[in-house]
């Protein structure tokens, strides 16, 4: 069967120290079939991982035009697997950035998208929790505030993680978000997460004035 040889082909591409496969990556995600475009998106997170630091910046930036192009869920799901399963902390860095630049609030799938984002908020790995709260920052939307929000909520949520979620909420937050943090600023003993409150309705316009 050709369609397996392809996604052999396309499996090992993965393994490179180099850029020489991005192009044929790339072109993989147009496949005709499913499970070699699914492929072509576990190699090019594992080639982002791979990478020397000086050639990924364009690696990223020429998958990213691709991906953005496409609104194809056999793209857009793998990469919300490998969040969702993944153990390795350069896999789940690199897809947690990915996600933010290719996913739209009408792309298949958002919902998980968002809560898979959400839950990344609490990764280990600092640096995952950061580009995972960018990336939300950049999808946006009423369902992205909604869950930030209730992660601010969850008192039994370690501070860092709902410090990111203030972080964000700044960022993607409505009217709603602006009197939650004003609240919060209140009443919060908080010391942290009162800082960061107060950056983020500085963004949203500012305190309420009585």
């Known amino acids: 069967d050709r369609a397996v040889i392809r996604r052999i082909a ?6 490179f120290g180099n850029a020489k ?13 499913p499970s070699v475009r699914r492929t072509a998106v576990y190699s090019i997170i594992e080639l982002l991982s791979n990478v020397p630091t000086d050639q990924s910046h364009e690696i990223r930036e020429t998958v990213v035009d691709k991906l953005s192009e496409t609104d194809d869920a056999s793209v857009v ?9 993944s153990t390795q902390n350069r896999q789940r860095r690199n897809t947690a ?15 998980r998208i968002v809560k898979a984002l959400v839950e990344t908020l609490e990764d280990e790995d600092q640096m995952t929790q950061q580009f995972a709260a ?4 950049e999808i946006g939307g009423t369902q992205v505030e909604t869950r930030l929000l209730n992660v601010l909520d969850d008192e039994g949520r370690p501070t860092d993680v709902r410090g990111q979620a203030v972080f964000t909420l700044g960022k993607v937050g409505s009217e709603r978000s602006r ?9 919060t003993e908080n010391e942290q997460l009162r800082k960061k409150a107060f950056s983020a309705i500085s963004k949203l316009g500012g305190r309420s004035v009585e």
Do not use: C, F, H
């Not at 960018?134 to 920052?137: E, I």
């Open 179 to 187: 009197k939650r943090l004003d609240d919060l600023i209140d009443n």
């Open 10 to 15: 396309v499996g090992a591409m993965g393994n």
């Open 97 to 111: 950035w990915l996600l933010g630049r290719v996913v739209g609030q009408d792309s298949d799938g958002y919902g």
């Open 134 to 137: 960018t990336s939300l920052a």
């Open 21 to 33: 496969p991005v192009d044929g990556l790339i072109e993989a995600l147009s496949d005709e079939n």
């Open 77 to 85: 799901v793998p990469m919300v697997d490998i969040l969702e399963e």
